[in-house]
């Protein structure tokens, strides 16, 4: 069974930074495409950004140019780099991953349970 536990949440003063990390673990597995949601409070999850197998990166209007994505596949994980934060970023922080397993299991979507990131103003 695969898993996804991220981490790298906390309390951080606007403009500064964060890193989050997801990390995969299981076996007989690999990352087809990965990405980053987030849900504040009250709100509906939304999307983040994405890592596709071709090497593609996208990222929503919201976070496009101060935050970063990458993954390291050797490693099984997936990194979001975040930058500038602003108050309005604050939320639960979800990895997910289109896995692809050994054997003849169908692919499946996977998701982390969450990690915190509060930007205070």
């Known amino acids: 069974q695969v898993q996804l536990v991220e981490s790298g949440g906390g309390l951080v003063q606007s403009g500064g930074s964060l890193t989050l990390t997801c990390a995969a673990s299981?076996?007989?597995?690999?990352?087809?495409?990965a990405g980053w949601y987030r849900q504040a409070q009250g709100k509906e999850r939304e999307f983040v950004a994405t890592?596709?197998?071709?090497?593609?990166?996208n990222y929503a209007s919201a976070v496009k140019g101060r935050f970063t994505m990458y993954r390291d596949n050797g490693k099984n994980t997936v990194v979001l780099r975040m930058n500038s934060l602003k108050p309005e970023d604050t939320a639960v922080y979800y990895c997910?991953?289109?896995?692809?397993?050994?054997?003849?299991?169908?692919?499946?979507?996977?998701w982390g349970q969450g990690t915190q990131v509060t930007v205070r103003d």
């Open positions: 997910n991953a289109f896995v692809g397993l050994d054997g003849a299991e169908a692919p499946k979507w996977v």
């Open positions: 299981g076996s007989g597995f690999s990352i087809i495409n």
């Open positions: 890592s596709m197998s071709d090497g593609s990166t």
